[in-house]
């Protein structure tokens, strides 16, 4: 289990605010902390709200609106009564702190759904809830802390029986909320079905010609596949033959809040550049497991004396080919196929056949769960498995004397 990171700055802050005594923010910062907090909430709302889908609204819209009306005064209620029960404050401290649990906002809602990348029909309430929760759980919380201590007078001074722990109480709500969620949200997820624990699809970083190819085959065998690329020519071409494909870079910020990953459990890096595919791989490792995110062999094998191994992906394919080439082949005729193995036609079988005019890349084992080949580690496949492959065209008859 990865924890998110919000939950990981918590813990850092903690420790270097309270525990360790490194860091103050009031000495730091003076009369201008509370400002700097508020635009930087806003800040994030305003960027959260620009991720979002308006043709969302058209299929969850009730789901949306009851996550945010039905849902927020369901939460402010039960947790105002577990502040009573619990913490034994009063009832007009308790709404306070109640109101809390109520704000999720963008900086929850995002590494969230990053971590337990739920089903496509979960994640696009949970964004909407998270950003238009935000908004009216700041406002409720506001409001409840003017009605219940009055607009002029501080915390610690208003004549409130209870109010004297209301910031300390607020404080602990949102560590053990945050805690809970980053911890439990995704085996709960898991357990209630809303997110997919095998997947096993594909993120395609690239969508050059071999990668097209490949994607359409994957795709006719029922395994999910995302291209994203930042050519427009090439982008217009995957989604001609049908494929899901994005004009945006591996790398940028808003990947993740605008392509859906829903289904996807690996990365394939395959643009011409080896820096990029490293940074992609190391950028996806933590959502996807460093066992699963792959480049091509690099363009020029001197680069990779560059970089440590640590901070590269697993090579894909055998052969050690580099996408110029493998894209080089799909013009010169190659095709990738997908071949049903039995156990009278198995790899060797296949390999007898084929020869040296093949790139094996990888398998659906039991013709599902897509297992991609490496160059490091020999090959395996089993009967009933479906061997993927790239057949080269025969080389040209050699010229006559």
């Known amino acids: 289990m990865r924890p998110p990171t919000l939950l990981l700055l918590l813990a850092s802050g903690v420790l270097a605010g309270p525990v360790l005594g490194r860091l103050d923010p ?44 039905v849902g927020a005064l369901v939460t402010w209620l039960l947790a105002t009564a577990l502040g009573i029960l619990v913490a034994g404050l009063t009832v007009p401290v308790a709404l306070v702190p ?23 029909q979960v994640e696009p309430v949970a964004r909407w809830e998270g950003i238009v929760a935000d908004l009216i759980g700041a406002d409720l919380a506001a409001l409840t802390l003017q009605t219940v201590v009055g607009v002029k007078s501080r915390l610690q001074g208003a004549a409130l029986p209870g109010a004297e722990p209301l910031a300390h109480s607020a404080f602990v709500v949102i560590m053990v909320t945050v805690a809970f969620y980053g911890l439990a949200a995704g085996p709960l997820a898991r357990k209630l079905g809303l997110s997919d624990p095998d997947a096993y699809g594909v993120l395609f970083g690239s969508a050059g010609r071999f990668i097209i190819q490949f994607a359409s085959v994957l795709k006719r065998q029922g395994v999910p596949v995302v291209l994203v690329d930042t050519n427009r020519a090439s982008v217009a071409e995957a989604r001609l033959e049908g494929l899901t494909a994005y004009r945006r870079s591996i790398l940028a910020d808003e990947l993740f809040e605008h392509v859906p990953l829903t289904g996807i459990g690996k990365l394939l890096a395959l643009t011409p550049n080896d820096e990029v595919n490293a940074l992609a791989c190391m950028r996806f490792a933590p959502t996807f497991g460093r066992a699963q995110v792959y480049q091509g062999a690099a363009t020029d094998p001197r680069s990779r004396t560059h970089l440590p191994q640590d901070l590269r992906g697993r090579v894909a394919f055998r052969g050690g080919k580099s996408i110029g080439t493998l894209d080089s082949e799909v013009r010169r005729g190659a095709t990738v196929k997908a071949t049903p193995l039995t156990a009278t036609f198995d790899l060797k079988a296949f390999l007898a056949q084929h020869g040296a005019q093949t790139v094996l890349l990888g398998r659906l084992v039991q013709c599902k769960r897509l297992e991609l080949y490496t160059e490091d580690r020999e090959p395996e496949a089993q009967p009933n498995d479906m061997l993927l492959s790239l057949v080269l065209p025969p080389p040209p008859p050699a010229p006559r004397a």
């Open 98 to 120: 109640g109101a809390i649990p109520t704000v999720t906002g963008p900086t929850a809602t995002g590494p969230l759904l990053r971590q337990v990348r739920p089903r496509s």
């Open 26 to 69: 009031d000495r730091m910062f003076g009369g201008l902390l509370h400002p700097f907090v508020s635009l930087a909430d806003a800040v994030a709302v305003y960027e959260g709200g620009l991720t979002l889908e308006l043709r969302a609204l058209e299929s969850f819209a009730c789901a949306i609106i009851r996550h945010c009306t």
